[in-house]
């Protein structure tokens, strides 16, 4: 691997660094206020499970159009790229807090799904800069 090479790998792995970090920022952010709202209005429970769905869309959105912005091109496999190392780091978040009692199943339906909203989300990034 030339040394172009390398700096163009580490450059990309700074942007998903960057974009995987403000996608669990902002998703840390909409759980804040969830509780909030939670905590003065009475929210029916069976909300939640809806809510933090499109707390993880919104958060995958963001990261996948912030890093197809800042790398310039090909935003379909960079937003799916980082949507796919989003949806690992929660998966490992919760494994790690669950100590173990994760639902595979569940993860793999979200992973898929984070895949297809990066994907989707890379080429709304490349609209946004004007590239194709």
Not at 5 to 25: H, P, S
């Amino acid at each position: 691997m030339s040394k172009m090479d390398k700096q163009k790998l580490q450059n990309f792995m700074l942007v998903y660094a960057k974009a995987i970090l403000r996608g669990v920022i902002l998703a840390l952010v909409l759980i804040l206020i969830l509780t909030a709202v939670a905590y003065f209005a009475q929210i029916n429970e069976s909300y939640y499970k809806t809510i933090t769905w499109i707390i993880t869309i919104v958060s995958i959105c963001y990261a996948a159009i912030y890093g197809a912005l800042k790398i310039g091109k090909r935003g379909f496999l960079h937003g799916a790229i980082i949507g796919a190392l989003f949806i690992l780091v929660m998966f490992l978040a919760a494994y790690l807090v669950d100590k173990g009692t994760v639902n595979f199943r569940s993860y793999i339906i979200l992973f898929i799904t984070s895949l297809i909203i990066g994907v989707l989300s890379g080429m709304i990034g490349m609209v946004l800069k004007g590239n194709e």
